[in-house]
């Protein structure tokens, strides 16, 4: 467990998960909602994918290549997922949410699409699994699982940020930002389409 494959892994994995590229994702889904909840989603929405990660490392390759999935098709059916994100930032209105169904909404925008595909998504995935295979131990797996710690770690600081950027921009801008940004990702999206056929067709 040396600190020069530590820091290879972080920037690895940082540079796949993208924080500052989780933020539009994270400000669509909690566009009506107060302070309370949009906190509540980060938090949650992390400790989500820090499981969906750690679970693909440990079983990651076994589960894909027993189900007969490979990953041109994964990140082709990500980049599907996340078009379908990038649709509703762009063309879709932000309501305020009803005292009701904040509950309901929280738990389900936390998991998609922050957790799947914002966060966890097939890159994030597929590179847990790359720095997991082949390694000689327990503490090589320990070493990945405290860089996705801390990876995540990071990308929550960066979301709880992301709701004081929704504060002082006021509705306004975040309707502006929000339908750049979905722009920003559509093209992301389709380029995961892109690479995914690439990978398939050669």
Not at 14 to 36: E, K, R, T, W
Not at 54 to 74: D, E, K, R, S, W
Not at 170 to 197: F, H, K, Y
Request: hydrophobic share 60%.
């Amino acid at each position: 467990m040396t600190l020069s494959a530590w820091i290879a892994d972080f920037i690895t994995l940082f540079v796949v998960i993208d924080p500052i590229g989780v933020l539009p994702i994270y400000l669509a889904a909690i566009a009506g909602m107060n302070s309370a909840d949009s906190r509540r989603v980060a938090r949650l929405s992390v400790a989500i994918s820090c499981g969906v990660l750690i679970l693909f490392l440990v079983i990651g390759q076994a589960l894909l290549t027993q189900l007969g999935i490979g990953f041109p098709a994964f990140r082709i059916a990500g980049g599907i997922i996340l078009f379908l994100v990038a649709l509703k930032m762009i063309f879709d209105g932000h309501e305020d949410v009803p005292n009701e169904e904040r509950a309901v909404i929280v738990s389900e925008v936390a998991v998609f699409p922050v957790a799947m595909p914002g966060i966890a998504g097939p890159g994030s995935i597929l590179a847990v699994m790359l720095m997991g295979s082949g390694n000689a131990g327990w503490l090589d797996e320990l070493r990945v699982a405290t860089v996705i710690a801390a990876v995540l770690g990071l990308t929550l600081i960066v979301m709880l940020f992301g709701t004081l950027l929704r504060r002082a921009l006021g509705r306004t801008g975040i309707l502006v930002v929000s339908r750049v940004m979905g722009l920003l990702l559509a093209a992301l999206s389709a380029q995961s389409i892109l690479d995914g056929l690439k990978l398939t067709f050669g």
